[in-house]
Protein backbone atom coordinates (compact mmCIF):
# COMPACT_ATOMS: atom_id res chain seq x y z
CA UNK A 1 0.00 0.00 0.00
CA UNK A 2 1.30 3.14 -0.81
CA UNK A 3 1.17 5.76 2.04
CA UNK A 4 0.23 9.38 1.76
CA UNK A 5 3.43 11.15 3.29
CA UNK A 6 2.76 14.43 5.48
CA UNK A 7 6.76 13.71 6.64
CA UNK A 8 9.22 17.10 5.68
CA UNK A 9 10.01 15.22 2.67
CA UNK A 10 10.14 13.97 0.47
CA UNK A 11 6.48 14.39 -0.52
CA UNK A 12 3.94 12.82 -2.75
CA UNK A 13 4.62 13.38 -6.36
CA UNK A 14 1.46 13.64 -8.99
CA UNK A 15 1.75 10.65 -11.25
CA UNK A 16 1.67 12.65 -14.43
CA UNK A 17 4.92 14.37 -12.98
CA UNK A 18 6.29 10.95 -12.39
CA UNK A 19 5.96 9.58 -15.19
CA UNK A 20 7.73 12.74 -16.81
CA UNK A 21 11.18 11.40 -15.65
CA UNK A 22 10.54 8.50 -17.61
CA UNK A 23 11.22 10.93 -20.92
CA UNK A 24 13.69 9.27 -23.23
CA UNK A 25 17.22 10.80 -23.01
CA UNK A 26 18.34 13.13 -24.84
CA UNK A 27 21.89 14.61 -25.52
CA UNK A 28 22.91 16.63 -22.03
CA UNK A 29 25.40 18.54 -24.49
CA UNK A 30 22.42 19.30 -27.61
CA UNK A 31 20.11 22.14 -28.18
CA UNK A 32 17.07 20.37 -27.03
CA UNK A 33 18.55 20.16 -23.37
CA UNK A 34 19.51 24.08 -23.55
CA UNK A 35 16.47 24.63 -24.41
CA UNK A 36 14.99 22.79 -21.37
CA UNK A 37 17.29 24.43 -19.18
CA UNK A 38 16.48 27.89 -19.99
CA UNK A 39 12.50 26.72 -20.04
CA UNK A 40 13.88 25.80 -16.63
CA UNK A 41 15.24 28.76 -15.02
CA UNK A 42 12.63 31.53 -16.37
CA UNK A 43 10.11 29.75 -14.72
CA UNK A 44 11.78 29.65 -11.47
CA UNK A 45 12.93 33.15 -11.14
CA UNK A 46 8.89 33.87 -10.75
CA UNK A 47 8.68 30.82 -8.46
CA UNK A 48 12.35 32.87 -6.35
CA UNK A 49 10.59 36.55 -7.69
CA UNK A 50 14.58 37.16 -9.11
CA UNK A 51 16.37 38.32 -11.74
CA UNK A 52 19.39 36.69 -10.96
CA UNK A 53 21.23 33.45 -12.15
CA UNK A 54 19.50 30.03 -11.58
CA UNK A 55 21.40 27.14 -11.50
CA UNK A 56 20.45 23.89 -11.33
CA UNK A 57 22.50 20.66 -9.26
CA UNK A 58 22.43 17.33 -9.06
CA UNK A 59 22.64 16.80 -5.22
CA UNK A 60 20.33 17.67 -2.41
CA UNK A 61 19.74 21.11 -1.37
CA UNK A 62 22.78 20.07 0.94
CA UNK A 63 25.28 20.43 -2.33
CA UNK A 64 24.75 24.30 -2.81
CA UNK A 65 24.32 24.95 0.93
CA UNK A 66 28.28 23.92 0.68
CA UNK A 67 28.78 25.67 -1.84
CA UNK A 68 27.60 28.50 -0.99
CA UNK A 69 29.47 29.16 2.36
CA UNK A 70 32.91 27.40 0.94
CA UNK A 71 32.36 29.28 -2.31
CA UNK A 72 31.62 33.15 -0.60
CA UNK A 73 33.34 33.53 2.42
CA UNK A 74 36.25 35.01 2.14
CA UNK A 75 37.08 36.16 5.68
CA UNK A 76 34.38 34.19 8.13
CA UNK A 77 31.12 33.65 8.28
CA UNK A 78 27.95 33.86 10.42
CA UNK A 79 25.72 30.84 10.80
CA UNK A 80 22.57 31.45 12.33
CA UNK A 81 20.80 28.43 13.27
CA UNK A 82 17.33 27.60 15.28
CA UNK A 83 17.83 23.83 14.17
CA UNK A 84 19.68 20.91 13.00
CA UNK A 85 19.93 22.33 9.51
CA UNK A 86 21.12 25.55 10.73
CA UNK A 87 23.79 23.54 12.62
CA UNK A 88 23.95 21.55 9.47
CA UNK A 89 25.42 24.90 7.66
CA UNK A 90 28.22 25.11 10.37
CA UNK A 91 28.88 21.82 9.90
CA UNK A 92 29.16 21.99 6.26
CA UNK A 93 32.19 25.74 7.31
CA UNK A 94 33.96 23.59 9.81
CA UNK A 95 34.41 20.40 7.47
CA UNK A 96 35.80 22.91 4.61
CA UNK A 97 37.92 24.51 6.72
CA UNK A 98 35.91 28.08 6.26
CA UNK A 99 36.71 30.03 9.49
CA UNK A 100 33.24 30.09 10.92
CA UNK A 101 30.50 30.66 14.32
CA UNK A 102 27.58 29.48 14.95
CA UNK A 103 24.88 31.85 16.83
CA UNK A 104 22.23 29.06 18.08
CA UNK A 105 18.59 30.02 19.24
CA UNK A 106 17.16 28.07 21.41
CA UNK A 107 14.82 25.22 19.78
CA UNK A 108 11.17 26.52 18.72
CA UNK A 109 12.82 29.93 19.01
CA UNK A 110 13.56 32.30 15.69
CA UNK A 111 16.61 33.77 15.08
CA UNK A 112 16.31 37.47 16.57
CA UNK A 113 17.34 40.29 14.07
CA UNK A 114 19.00 41.34 16.88
CA UNK A 115 21.41 39.72 17.23
CA UNK A 116 22.21 39.08 13.58
CA UNK A 117 22.94 43.12 13.81
CA UNK A 118 25.35 42.57 16.90
CA UNK A 119 27.38 39.79 14.94
CA UNK A 120 27.52 41.87 11.69
CA UNK A 121 28.50 44.89 13.43
CA UNK A 122 31.98 43.65 14.69
CA UNK A 123 32.93 43.69 11.30
CA UNK A 124 34.12 40.16 11.59
CA UNK A 125 31.99 38.42 8.87
CA UNK A 126 31.66 38.50 5.33
CA UNK A 127 28.87 36.25 4.59
CA UNK A 128 26.09 35.21 6.92
CA UNK A 129 23.40 32.00 6.74
CA UNK A 130 19.84 31.77 7.28
CA UNK A 131 17.75 29.34 7.73
CA UNK A 132 14.32 30.32 6.55
CA UNK A 133 12.21 27.18 7.88
CA UNK A 134 13.85 25.08 9.78
CA UNK A 135 11.63 21.94 9.83
CA UNK A 136 13.35 20.49 13.45
CA UNK A 137 10.90 22.70 14.89
CA UNK A 138 8.05 24.12 12.80
CA UNK A 139 10.30 27.79 12.79
CA UNK A 140 9.51 30.14 10.02
CA UNK A 141 12.47 32.74 10.24
CA UNK A 142 11.17 36.64 10.44
CA UNK A 143 13.49 36.99 7.26
CA UNK A 144 12.32 40.34 6.55
CA UNK A 145 13.43 41.88 9.57
CA UNK A 146 16.75 40.29 9.49
CA UNK A 147 16.99 41.38 5.53
CA UNK A 148 16.53 45.03 6.87
CA UNK A 149 19.65 44.52 9.10
CA UNK A 150 21.86 42.83 6.44
CA UNK A 151 21.20 45.40 4.35
CA UNK A 152 23.16 47.94 6.33
CA UNK A 153 26.00 45.66 6.08
CA UNK A 154 26.65 45.93 1.52
CA UNK A 155 29.88 43.64 1.93
CA UNK A 156 28.04 40.86 4.04
CA UNK A 157 26.90 37.89 0.75
CA UNK A 158 23.21 37.00 2.44
CA UNK A 159 22.58 33.07 1.88
CA UNK A 160 19.58 31.66 2.53
CA UNK A 161 18.39 27.95 2.98
CA UNK A 162 15.03 27.91 1.88
CA UNK A 163 14.48 24.05 1.01
CA UNK A 164 11.91 22.98 2.95
CA UNK A 165 9.86 26.08 1.84
CA UNK A 166 10.91 27.80 -1.50
CA UNK A 167 7.42 27.53 -3.79
CA UNK A 168 5.09 26.96 -0.97
CA UNK A 169 5.26 30.33 1.06
CA UNK A 170 6.20 33.90 -0.46
CA UNK A 171 9.82 34.30 -0.78
CA UNK A 172 10.60 37.83 -2.45
CA UNK A 173 14.33 36.77 -3.50
CA UNK A 174 15.21 40.13 -4.61
CA UNK A 175 13.52 42.14 -2.48
CA UNK A 176 14.85 40.37 0.37
CA UNK A 177 18.33 40.90 -1.07
CA UNK A 178 19.24 37.42 -0.66
CA UNK A 179 22.96 36.54 -2.74
CA UNK A 180 22.39 32.98 -2.76
CA UNK A 181 19.06 31.33 -2.09
CA UNK A 182 19.38 27.72 -1.92
CA UNK A 183 15.70 24.79 -2.15
CA UNK A 184 15.52 20.92 -3.54
CA UNK A 185 13.20 19.66 -5.49
CA UNK A 186 11.63 17.27 -3.08
CA UNK A 187 9.53 19.51 -0.86
CA UNK A 188 7.69 22.17 -1.97
CA UNK A 189 7.80 22.07 -5.52
CA UNK A 190 7.09 18.45 -5.23
CA UNK A 191 9.18 16.32 -7.14
CA UNK A 192 11.39 13.19 -6.34
CA UNK A 193 14.44 14.28 -4.43
CA UNK A 194 18.16 14.36 -6.38
CA UNK A 195 18.17 18.26 -7.76
CA UNK A 196 19.02 21.50 -5.80
CA UNK A 197 18.32 24.72 -7.16
CA UNK A 198 19.81 27.91 -6.18
CA UNK A 199 19.57 31.67 -7.40
CA UNK A 200 22.95 33.25 -7.42
CA UNK A 201 23.29 37.06 -7.59
CA UNK A 202 26.26 39.13 -8.91
CA UNK A 203 27.50 39.69 -5.58
CA UNK A 204 27.96 36.20 -4.49
CA UNK A 205 29.61 35.51 -7.74
CA UNK A 206 32.05 37.94 -7.97
CA UNK A 207 33.03 37.10 -3.98
CA UNK A 208 33.37 33.80 -5.57
CA UNK A 209 35.98 34.40 -7.67
CA UNK A 210 38.33 35.79 -5.08
CA UNK A 211 38.06 32.85 -2.45
CA UNK A 212 41.01 30.24 -3.69
CA UNK A 213 39.83 27.01 -3.11
CA UNK A 214 36.06 26.76 -4.07
CA UNK A 215 36.57 22.75 -4.62
CA UNK A 216 35.50 21.21 -8.00
CA UNK A 217 32.25 19.77 -8.48
CA UNK A 218 30.57 22.58 -6.24
CA UNK A 219 32.53 25.32 -7.44
CA UNK A 220 29.72 28.57 -8.09
CA UNK A 221 32.24 30.66 -10.36
CA UNK A 222 32.42 27.61 -13.01
CA UNK A 223 28.92 26.59 -12.72
CA UNK A 224 27.48 29.90 -13.36
CA UNK A 225 29.74 30.27 -15.93
CA UNK A 226 28.94 27.18 -17.89
CA UNK A 227 25.39 28.96 -17.46
CA UNK A 228 25.50 32.20 -18.42
CA UNK A 229 28.30 32.72 -21.32
CA UNK A 230 26.82 33.13 -24.76
CA UNK A 231 23.52 32.15 -22.88
CA UNK A 232 25.01 28.61 -22.78
CA UNK A 233 22.53 27.11 -20.04
CA UNK A 234 24.74 23.79 -19.49
CA UNK A 235 26.38 22.94 -16.80
CA UNK A 236 30.23 21.37 -16.00
CA UNK A 237 29.27 18.03 -14.77
CA UNK A 238 26.54 15.71 -16.54
CA UNK A 239 23.15 16.77 -14.79
CA UNK A 240 20.32 14.24 -14.17
CA UNK A 241 17.95 15.14 -17.43
CA UNK A 242 15.03 12.91 -15.84
CA UNK A 243 14.76 15.64 -13.12
CA UNK A 244 14.83 18.42 -15.44
CA UNK A 245 11.82 16.71 -17.81
CA UNK A 246 9.70 16.62 -14.21
CA UNK A 247 11.02 20.21 -13.49
CA UNK A 248 9.83 21.86 -15.98
CA UNK A 249 6.56 20.27 -16.22
CA UNK A 250 6.18 20.50 -12.35
CA UNK A 251 6.86 24.54 -13.06
CA UNK A 252 4.04 24.37 -15.78
CA UNK A 253 1.64 23.04 -13.31
CA UNK A 254 2.61 25.57 -11.00
CA UNK A 255 1.85 28.08 -13.18
CA UNK A 256 -1.18 26.87 -13.58
CA UNK A 257 -1.77 26.87 -10.24
CA UNK A 258 -0.44 30.65 -9.39
CA UNK A 259 1.92 31.52 -7.11
CA UNK A 260 -0.28 33.76 -5.16
CA UNK A 261 -3.09 30.61 -4.85
CA UNK A 262 -0.47 28.27 -4.04
CA UNK A 263 0.59 30.57 -1.00
CA UNK A 264 -2.34 30.72 -0.15
CA UNK A 265 -3.62 26.87 0.08
CA UNK A 266 -0.54 25.98 2.12
CA UNK A 267 -1.63 28.78 4.72
CA UNK A 268 -4.69 27.18 5.16
CA UNK A 269 -3.45 23.59 5.63
CA UNK A 270 -1.23 25.39 8.07
CA UNK A 271 -3.95 27.02 9.77
CA UNK A 272 -6.07 23.85 10.27
CA UNK A 273 -3.04 22.04 11.66
CA UNK A 274 -2.65 24.61 13.61
CA UNK A 275 -5.85 24.15 15.01
CA UNK A 276 -5.83 20.88 15.34
CA UNK A 277 -2.79 21.30 17.41
CA UNK A 278 -3.96 23.07 20.08
CA UNK A 279 -7.16 21.18 20.70
CA UNK A 280 -5.68 18.09 20.85
CA UNK A 281 -2.00 18.49 21.76
CA UNK A 282 0.32 21.80 21.91
CA UNK A 283 2.28 24.00 19.53
CA UNK A 284 6.12 23.07 20.10
CA UNK A 285 7.12 26.77 18.98
CA UNK A 286 6.51 30.29 19.07
CA UNK A 287 3.41 30.79 17.74
CA UNK A 288 4.85 34.30 16.08
CA UNK A 289 6.85 32.31 14.09
CA UNK A 290 5.07 29.24 12.84
CA UNK A 291 5.93 27.75 9.66
CA UNK A 292 3.27 27.38 6.52
CA UNK A 293 4.93 23.96 5.19
CA UNK A 294 5.31 21.96 8.46
CA UNK A 295 3.45 21.98 11.79
CA UNK A 296 5.83 20.62 14.73
CA UNK A 297 3.48 19.28 17.24
CA UNK A 298 4.37 19.38 21.32
CA UNK A 299 3.67 15.58 22.66
CA UNK A 300 1.83 16.56 26.05
CA UNK A 301 0.14 13.50 26.08
CA UNK A 302 2.97 11.38 26.23
CA UNK A 303 1.39 9.59 22.70
CA UNK A 304 4.26 6.79 21.61
CA UNK A 305 4.87 8.65 17.86
CA UNK A 306 6.54 5.31 16.61
CA UNK A 307 3.41 3.06 17.57
CA UNK A 308 0.94 5.81 15.98
CA UNK A 309 3.08 5.93 12.96
CA UNK A 310 2.37 2.27 12.52
CA UNK A 311 -1.68 2.45 13.05
CA UNK A 312 -1.38 5.05 10.49
CA UNK A 313 0.80 3.00 7.72
CA UNK A 314 -2.25 0.47 8.17
CA UNK A 315 -4.52 2.91 6.66
CA UNK A 316 -1.87 4.24 4.12
CA UNK A 317 -0.69 7.66 6.06
CA UNK A 318 2.64 8.40 7.27
CA UNK A 319 3.94 11.70 9.24
CA UNK A 320 7.08 12.49 11.26
CA UNK A 321 8.90 11.78 14.82
CA UNK A 322 10.21 14.73 15.68
CA UNK A 323 13.76 15.24 15.13
CA UNK A 324 17.03 14.03 16.72
CA UNK A 325 16.68 15.18 20.43
CA UNK A 326 12.87 15.87 19.59
CA UNK A 327 11.90 12.50 19.10
CA UNK A 328 8.95 11.53 20.81
CA UNK A 329 8.47 14.66 22.51
CA UNK A 330 7.20 16.14 19.86
CA UNK A 331 5.75 14.80 15.90
CA UNK A 332 5.23 16.58 13.04
CA UNK A 333 2.23 17.43 9.93
CA UNK A 334 4.01 18.79 6.67
CA UNK A 335 1.97 20.12 4.46
CA UNK A 336 3.38 21.33 1.52
CA UNK A 337 4.19 20.99 -2.21
CA UNK A 338 0.38 18.70 -3.98
CA UNK A 339 -0.80 18.39 -0.57
CA UNK A 340 -4.92 19.16 -0.42
CA UNK A 341 -6.66 19.80 2.35
CA UNK A 342 -9.42 16.78 2.02
CA UNK A 343 -6.41 14.07 2.48
CA UNK A 344 -5.01 16.53 5.48
CA UNK A 345 -8.15 16.12 7.25
CA UNK A 346 -8.45 12.50 6.54
CA UNK A 347 -5.28 12.20 8.26
CA UNK A 348 -6.05 14.87 11.36
CA UNK A 349 -9.46 12.41 11.63
CA UNK A 350 -7.41 8.90 11.70
CA UNK A 351 -5.41 10.43 14.36
CA UNK A 352 -8.26 11.39 16.34
CA UNK A 353 -9.40 7.60 15.81
CA UNK A 354 -6.57 6.15 16.66
CA UNK A 355 -5.58 7.88 19.64
CA UNK A 356 -9.42 7.81 20.72
CA UNK A 357 -9.47 11.74 21.08
Known amino acids: MHKKLFIPGPVDVRPDVLQKMADPMISHRGKAATALQKSISEKLR ?22 AIRCCTAKRAAVFSIGAFGDRWYKMAVSNNVPADKFRA ?20 DLVTITHNETSVGIMNPVEE ?16 TVSSMGGTDI ?23 MSIASVSQRAYERAKTV ?34 ALDYQLSLIMEEGLENRFARHIEMAKVVREWAKKYF ?68 KIEEILGL
Open 46 to 67: KVFQTKNTIVLSTTSGSGLMES
Open 106 to 125: EDGKATDPKDVDAALATGKY
Open 146 to 161: IAKVIKKYPDVIFCMD
Open 172 to 194: PVDELGVDFCITSTQKCLGLPPG
Open 212 to 245: PYRGLYLDIVEIVDKVVVDDKYQYPSTPSLSHMF
Open 282 to 349: ALFSDERYLSNTLTTIANTRGINVGDLNKKLAEYGYEISNGYGALKEKTFRIAHMADMDMDTLQGLLR
